[in-house]
């Protein structure tokens, strides 16, 4: 029998997921279940001052293996574009500051130009270089980035850069998140060594081979638009919300939609936030739906402004700047986008993307879009120097979107893990477990692919009769 596996979720999740069960040889039969409108989950792009502009992710990490394979077999490898080689800035201590070279995930190599760029004081320096000196300490068995480097760095390059770089891509904080979740490369490199700064310098650097980061012009729904594409032999449906999933006598399982359509699959794949998995699961995978209902999220929105190019005192020459959470700003982080990619360069205006919600900073959801404008607007005139109003704005909410790998996080998952053990076929991927951005969903997805396809190798061909949906 051609087995027959069910997706639920048409984000980049599902549909890289859909897509690798595709190309394996003698692969399922696979449908894709979306509960909106349209598929990309996340990926999503609006027009501003007539520029295809992401509302969601907008670059992509391409040193991933899956990633580059998969921009190879969609086409897309010779489409995308990095950023301009700039760099950024960090706002703070009341100026925009030159965020030095060289560091991984805020973590510095060079402690000398925090300085010069006024990043940090000269007693923050000195504090900074006590690391050469301080001692190993004990860390907890899952230490937050603040327990492996806030003793190291002194509070203030850690507050001014470690946390602002983790606002950008976690919109967490460093006392919550677990290092070994959400900077696996930063807690490997640093675990049982003395010295942070030594080890940064010692640290292997392989030859840059490109950006490590880019975006598409046109926008990152086209690697949605080439998944869909590439997806042709899967049943693709939109507006298909699954509303539970059940166990059959048969070993297999009633997938079914809000209008009470049942959908019969050998496998289900959940790539879902993990909120709405733990309650699709709350049935079938009890165990597993504890945890999963246990992952936090934050609230993030992201919202474009359009200016006149000389409406704009500050000349815009770096890709944006981050914001650390110390100086209190509702700002987490700017794109000036009209700067950071060629491709949406312009002549006479600029468009500024800003990102604001991290974990503990809720203040922004209760105002209306005007307000959340204005305010914003006018952390713009104190950092860039904005001299009139937006000609054009556009605001983009995202309700709990940032899943949160906190302390425990490792624990978490190795408890879902063994309880969808027990139930064989039910699998979970994406954005809340292994990987927050679209390069480990990719990933991500390759490996769920292959754990399905291991499972239902056994195919003959044929299909189950009453494999295709069914309405009740
Ligand atoms: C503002 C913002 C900026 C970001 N920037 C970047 C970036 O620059 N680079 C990067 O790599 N990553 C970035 N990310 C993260 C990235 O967007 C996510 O990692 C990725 O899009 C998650 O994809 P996913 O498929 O796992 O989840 P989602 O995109 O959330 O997809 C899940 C899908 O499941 C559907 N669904 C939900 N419930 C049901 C149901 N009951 N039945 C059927 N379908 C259902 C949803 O409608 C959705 O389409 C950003 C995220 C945000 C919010």
Do not use: N
């Amino acid at each position: 029998m051609r087995s027959h596996v069910v997706v639920v979720g048409g984000g980049v999740s599902g549909l890289a997921t859909a897509y690798r069960l595709l190309q394996q040889p003698d692969g399922p039969a696979v449908t894709v279940l979306e509960a909106g409108p349209r598929f990309g989950g996340k990926v999503a792009t609006a027009t501003v001052a007539g520029l295809p502009v992401d509302t969601g992710p907008d670059s992509l990490l391409v040193r991933m293996p899956a990633v580059r394979t998969l921009l190879d077999e969609l086409g897309l490898a010779d489409q995308v574009e990095g950023p301009a080689p700039s760099g950024a800035y960090v706002w703070t201590r009341g100026a925009l500051r030159p965020l030095p070279p060289a560091s991984l995930f805020g973590v510095p190599e060079r402690l000398l130009p925090l300085l010069t760029s006024g990043l940090v004081t000269p007693l923050g320096l000195l504090r900074a270089g006590a690391d050469l000196l301080l001692p190993r300490r004990e860390l907890p068995a899952d230490p937050t980035i603040a327990d492996l480097l806030r003793h190291r760095l002194g509070d203030q390059v850690f507050d001014r850069l470690v946390d602002p770089m983790l606002g950008g891509v976690h919109a967490g904080r460093a006392d919550r998140l677990s290092a070994r979740s959400a900077v696996p490369e930063v807690m490997s490199l640093l675990e049982g060594a003395r010295s942070v700064y030594l080890t940064m310098r010692r640290r292997e650097k392989k030859p840059a081979s490109g950006p490590a980061l880019v975006s598409m012009p046109g926008g990152m729904g086209r690697l949605l638009d080439a998944l869909v594409a590439a997806c042709a032999d899967a049943d693709l449906r939109t507006d298909a919300a699954v509303a539970s999933i059940r166990a059959r006598a048969d070993g297999r399982y009633d997938v079914t939609l809000a209008g009470s359509t049942v959908v019969v699959a050998d496998d289900v794949v959940v790539t879902t936030p993990a909120y709405t998995a733990a309650e699709l699961l709350a049935d079938v995978a009890p165990d597993a739906a504890t945890e999963l209902a246990s992952i936090e999220y934050v609230d993030v929105a992201t919202v474009m402004l359009s200016y006149r190019r000389d409406q704009v005192e500050h000349p815009l020459d770096r890709t944006g700047f981050l914001v650390p959470p110390v100086d209190g700003r509702l700002l987490v982080g700017c794109s000036w986008l009209t700067s950071k990619w060629g491709h949406l360069a312009h002549d006479t205006r600029v468009v500024i993307r800003a990102m604001v919600g991290r974990d503990g900073d809720t203040r922004w959801t209760s105002m209306s879009d005007a307000e959340l404008v204005a305010a914003i607007h006018d952390e713009l005139v104190e950092s860039v120097g904005v001299t009139a109003r937006p000609s054009e704005v556009h605001v983009q909410r995202w309700p709990a979107a940032m899943p949160q790998y906190t302390v425990g996080h490792a624990d978490r998952l190795a408890a879902i893990d063994a309880a969808l053990a027990a139930v064989p076929g039910i699998h979970v991927t994406g954005a809340a477990y292994r990987g927050v951005g679209l390069a480990g969903c990719i990933s991500q997805a390759a490996r769920t692919s292959t754990a399905v396809h291991a499972r239902t190798a056994h195919d003959d061909g044929t299909t189950h009769d009453d494999s295709l949906v069914t309405a009740r």
